[in-house]
């Protein structure tokens, strides 16, 4: 089956800079990549996501990348701010329907 | 629309007990998934139905646990008998045909004593 790695699993930043997760799956066969945003005491929101037919993709200040040959994919958020403080969830989906494979999460603290 | 609703969103119980998690999907949409949130194994995957369903249960851990989609409203996750190590947020989530987003419930928190 599908196995996705995700790195780091903690990440400080200082409100203003960027920061970068990033994962890797296992399935060349998986062709969809979501995001996952868990604020405490929530469930999970997805923020973003790409396919596998495309290897950017960009909303405000989050962006995703995926390279195929490598079998990574990255978010990237940029001007971080106190309110993006949550653990974000990386995910894999392969096979005929939407089995999601997700990470191990990364818990993002952005410093005021 | 009130998203992914799930009753109780807490839940103590001593060993041994039957347990029973409740999940009413987003209206409309066709497909429901049940995950279990631990610090050690992260979101699985225990079940998931399509249109009341079950398409893969390979994640349910064992016998004890089970689930049910009587209509297109409304599923259970029942564990009978709990035990400690079932302790979790279970997580319920569910998405239209057409669309791989899956929209996450509140969870519900189970301690099992």
């Known amino acids: 089956g599908e196995n996705v790695e995700q790195h780091p699993s903690t990440l400080s930043v200082q409100e203003g800079d960027s920061a970068v997760i990033k994962c890797t799956y296992s399935d060349s066969a998986s062709n969809y990549f979501p995001w996952y945003k868990q604020e405490l005491g929530k469930g999970p929101q997805l923020i973003i996501d790409i396919r596998s037919n495309v290897g950017e993709k960009k909303d405000q200040r989050i962006a995703v990348t995926l390279n195929k040959t490598a079998k990574h994919f990255s978010l990237h958020i940029t001007e971080t701010q106190p309110e993006d403080s949550a653990v974000y969830f990386c995910a894999a989906v392969s096979g005929g329907y939407q089995k999601v494979t997700f990470g191990t999460g990364t818990k993002l603290q952005v410093i005021p | 629309d009130a998203g992914v609703i799930q009753s109780p969103r807490h839940e103590v119980t001593e060993m041994g007990q039957e347990v029973t998690l409740r999940c009413k999907p987003i209206?409309?949409?066709?497909?429901l998934f049940w995950y279990r949130q631990t610090m050690m194994r992260g979101l699985e995957l225990l079940i998931y139905?399509?249109?009341?369903?079950?398409?893969?249960d390979s994640g349910m851990p064992e016998d004890r646990f089970s689930a049910k989609m009587p209509n297109a409203s409304f599923s259970t996750l029942k564990i009978q008998p709990s035990e400690p190590r079932d302790s979790a947020v279970y997580f319920c989530a569910s998405s239209s045909s057409g669309s791989n987003e899956q929209f996450f419930g509140p969870g519900t928190r189970l301690t099992v004593l």
């Open positions: 139905f399509n249109n009341n369903v079950p398409i893969d």
């Open positions: 209206s409309g949409h066709n497909s």
